[in-house]
C-alpha cells in the first residue's frame, strides 16, 4: 500500500535533548513538508523540501532543523532550542507544481516533560 | 466559518440533516483550494478541492462552493452522518508556485442525535 508514515505515535523527552521524528513516503512525491500544531489550532508550517538534498524553512523553523537525504524520508529534529515543543507534529507529501493536494502521516505526539 | 481567534468554532447539526461550514481567504490570488477532515489524534484527509476557474464542484455527499468576489469558499456536507464528526479545515495554495499551502484554523462539526 502507498502511503506516508510516521514515527513514533507518542513520543517523550526530557528538557534539554534533541529528538528527531521520522516521516517516510512510497507515493513518489518530490515534495515534502513539516506542520506544527497546537491544541484547537491550525496547521502551522515548519519546513518543506521540493527536492532532494533541498529544503526552505516555512513559518515558524526556529528551533527545528530537518535534512532530506532520500526522496522518501525527511526527518524533523526538535532541538533544545525549541522553547515550547510540546505539540501534534504532522508531516506531508505532495506532488510539486501546485494544483495537487497534500497527503499527511498519522502524526506524532511529542511532550517535554 | 474559520476563525482566527484561540477557540475552534464549532458547528452543531442534527443528524440527517445538512452542514454548511464556511472560510473566508485573504489573498485573491490564491487559486487552488482544498478542503480537509481531520477527526481526533489523525493526520487531516483530504476531502474535495477546486480551482479558481470554477464555482462549484460536487463530490459523494460534499460539494464546494467558491465565491471569488467575496473570497468565500463553503464546503455542504449532505445528510450529515455520526461518521462526519471532525475538524474541517480549508486550505489555499497562494499560485506563487513554491507549493506552499496555507491553512485555516478550522471548525469542528459536531453531531447531534
Known amino acids: 500500500d502507498g502511503g506516508i508514515t510516521q514515527s513514533p505515535k507518542y513520543l517523550f523527552r526530557k528538557e534539554g535533548q534533541n529528538v528527531t521524528l521520522s516521516c517516510e513516503q512510497n507515493l513518489n512525491h518530490d515534495a515534502m513538508y513539516w506542520y506544527r500544531q497546537d491544541p484547537g489550532q491550525g496547521l502551522r508550517l515548519i519546513y518543506y523540501s521540493q527536492i532532494v538534498n533541498d529544503f526552505q524553512k516555512g513559518d515558524i523553523a526556529e528551533g527545528y532543523s530537518v535534512s532530506r537525504e532520500k526522496k522518501e524520508s525527511f526527518p524533523l529534529t526538535v532541538t533544545s532550542a525549541q522553547k515550547n515543543p510540546t505539540a501534534f507534529y504532522l508531516c506531508?507529501?505532495?506532488?510539486?507544481?501546485?494544483?495537487?493536494?497534500?497527503?499527511f502521516g498519522p502524526g506524532t505526539r511529542l511532550t517535554v516533560l | 466559518g474559520e476563525s482566527v481567534g484561540l477557540h475552534l468554532p464549532t458547528l452543531s447539526v442534527q443528524e440527517g440533516d445538512n452542514s454548511i461550514i464556511n472560510c473566508a481567504y485573504s489573498?485573491?490570488?490564491?487559486?487552488?483550494f482544498i478542503w480537509y477532515k481531520q477527526e481526533s489524534g489523525k493526520g487531516p484527509q483530504f476531502i474535495i478541492d477546486i480551482r479558481s476557474n470554477m464555482d462549484k464542484r460536487q463530490g459523494q455527499r460534499v460539494t464546494v462552493l467558491l465565491n471569488k468576489t467575496v473570497k468565500h469558499l463553503s464546503l455542504q456536507i449532505a445528510a450529515t452522518q455520526p461518521g462526519d464528526s471532525a475538524v474541517y479545515f480549508c486550505a489555499e495554495n497562494r499560485g506563487n508556485r513554491d507549493d506552499k499551502i496555507i491553512f485555516g484554523k478550522g471548525t469542528r462539526l459536531h453531531i447531534l442525535p
Open positions: 506531508a507529501s505532495t506532488y510539486p507544481g501546485g494544483y495537487n493536494e497534500q497527503f
Open positions: 489573498n485573491s490570488a490564491s487559486d487552488y
